[in-house]
Structure formats: structure tokens, C-alpha cells
């Protein structure tokens, strides 16, 4: 007899094993043991055991949803930008002009602990209450040794304290700091010899981001970012051709990045690079969305080359305030040409993927996380349907209901 913990009946299963379809099983059934799933299928099929069973009271259960891409560690914010930008102001010339990240890093520099930790948790428990089972945090808003390990303390901290898988990501190259401008080559220095050896001694981060784009850096400073970051067993991503092409993506598929992301301007070379290494596609709708972008990533180019597409909130204090990843998947089919099942795979299998968790997490599979989501709707597609509204019955973490 098996030894199951825990047997979860009375619902549907949308499994998203396969990548053509929702791979669903009618009144289906998830047996979990130590975190982990350890059999699923039909109810009617289940072997004999004498675990505790627990009825879901009908409903669809997906896999837990993954936010890729997130900056949900910050101190104030910036609502006077997002009033500019209705006004006509673009977001590079806001960005040029003292406000953008660097307005974000004056804030987060000043924040303590308490203060960062406090009000990410309720950024973080949004998501949450929204579906997310786990979600990826990344710094950025530091831009020193200090605070960026400050950010991601805080960012470990979440996870340890909310019922979520977290990652962490170091993303000191996102912006250029004050104390730096003109000298964009000393603070790659500081950021290769000095922030990302540190950050990862002390085991803080998981991956290394950087935002490759002419309000940031050039390819040859990211490469040497990715470098050190490889240099240092830390996997690399990318924020790339959100404003305009510099050839990041091509560069994030030459050092296998786990993802490149945001792509409005991706080139069809690019594209290609991304699809052979294996690239993970990050969409980023509501970014798109709040800053009235009219360049549309080249979604069906990446359909057609077979990259995997993920979809994540971009959650931030400046070009994305996004606290629902329902919505974004919403969105993406809306503006993007997404389908419902696109836009399931892409907070699922494919958005776990992005975060260097594809063997672990995004499909209700044995040995898989036992972290999955039971929605109030009558087919899968309505998570892609409903704009807002409390969708969530029941929402599991290593098998335990929370």
C-alpha cells in the first residue's frame, strides 16, 4: 500500500504535461508525500491507501501559477511618473531627467529593513491571493554593495515567511546609480568585482539579471556581467529590447540565458538564437500596457520558431504596478494574440522554466511540487477570461492547503 500524507479528490485537473493542450483528467485525483506529488490520475483509478483524503468541492486545479519576473522589493514609489506619462512624458525622457529607477534606488537606499519587508509582503500576498505559488524577486534598486544585498535579504526573507517558493535574482546592472553618471564602465567594475562575488558567497541570489538597452547598458557590459555571473555558478537573464534592439537577446542565447525578457524590438536573428538555446521568451503584457507601447513583441515569430513564452507581472514601483498575473494573462491574449492555453502554459510550465525550475515546478506531474491552485470556473480557459475577481477555492505549497 502506498504512503501517501495526503489525497486531494472532488475536482478536475488541467496537468499542462503536455505542450498542445491542457492535458486535462475528469475527476481526477493528487496523492502527495513529502511535498511532492506522488501519483495523479482519475479518482476511480486511485490505489488503495490510508491517507487523510480531502474534497476540494469541485472546481478546475492547475499547477500553482509562476511569476517570473518580478521587482517587488522597493522603498516609495513613483504614482507623480505614472501622472507624467498621462501628461505625454515618455518613460526614457523621465528616466533622463532624475526620475525612473534612480528615483526608485534614492527611496530604497533610505528604506530599513522592517520598511522594505513590510510592504513587499502585502505586494506579494496579492499575488498570491491571485493564484502565484511561486514567484521570482529581484534587486536592482540598490545599485550598491549595501543595499542590493539588502533587497535581497528582504526578498529571502518573503520566502520565508509567506507560503511561497521564492527565487531570488541580482540585478545591479539595471540602472546607472548618481555617483556613476558618465562612468558606466567603473560601475560594471563595481557590480563584476565587487557586488555579484559578494551577493554570491553569501548565497543570496539564484540567478543574474541585467537591462540591456541604450538607458542602461550596451552588450559588451552585460557580457561582462554574464561572465562573472557564470564565473560564480549563477545562471544569467535578461531584460532586453523593451525600447529599442541592441542585440541582447542574441547575446543572453550565446551564454544560455534561462530567459530574455520583454523582446518588443526582438530581431528574427535574435529570435532564432533564442529558439536553439533554449531561451525562455518573458512577456511582460502589463509593462506594454503602462507605458502605451505600440511595438508588439513578434509573438507569432516565437510561436512559429517553437520558443517557450512565458508571462509574468514585471511587478514595479514605475513601468508595471501590476498585482494580479491573472490579469496579465488576460492581457496577453488581448494585445498579444495569446490563446487560453498559451497564456496557462506561460504561468505554468513555461514561466517554471524561466526560473531554472521547469524539472520541478509548472505541471501537476509525479514528482513535481506539490503546489497547485483550485479555481471556482468551469473550464480552464476562464482564467484567461475573467478580469479580476476571487477565482481561488483552494491554494496548495508542498501539498499543504494554505
Known sequence: MPSFDTVYVGFHAATMVSSI?????????????????AWIGPASELPNHDATVVNLGGGWVTPGLVDCHT???????????????????????????????VSTVTDTRKASVEELLTSAKKRLQAL????????????GYGLDLATEEKMLRVARALGDQLSVTLRTTCLAAHALPQEYQGQADAYIDLVCEEIIPTIAKAGLA??????????????????????????????VKLHAEQLSNLGGSGLAARYKALSSDHLEYLSDIDAKAMAAAGTVA?????????????????????????????????????????????????MACTLFGFTPLEALQGVTRHGAQALGLGLSHGQLKVGYAADFVCWDIQKPAELSYWLGGQLVKHRAVSGELT
Open 21 to 37: 493542450d491542457y492535458d486535462s483528467i475528469k475527476d481526477a485525483a493528487i496523492a502527495v508525500e513529502n511535498g511532492h506529488i
Open 71 to 101: 521587482h517587488l522589493v522597493f522603498g516609495g514609489d513613483r504614482s507623480a511618473e505614472y501622472e507624467m506619462r498621462l501628461q505625454g512624458l515618455s518613460y526614457e525622457v523621465i528616466a533622463k531627467s532624475g526620475g525612473g529607477i
Open 128 to 139: 498570491m491571493a491571485d493564484g502565484v505559488t511561486c514567484v521570482e524577486v529581484k534587486s
Open 206 to 235: 539564484d540567478a543574474v539579471d541585467g537591462f540591456c538597452e541604450s538607458i542602461a547598458f550596451s552588450v559588451a557590459q552585460i557580457e561582462r556581467v554574464f561572465k562573472t555571473a557564470l564565473a560564480h555558478n549563477l545562471p
Open 282 to 330: 518573458v512577456i511582460l503584457p502589463g509593462a506594454f500596457f503602462c507605458l502605451k507601447e505600440t511595438k508588439l513583441p513578434p509573438i507569432q515569430r516565437l510561436r512559429d520558431l517553437g520558443v517557450p513564452m512565458a508571462i509574468a507581472s514585471d511587478s514595479n514601483p514605475g513601468s508595471a504596478p501590476v498585482l494580479s498575473l491573472r490579469l496579465m494573462m488576460s
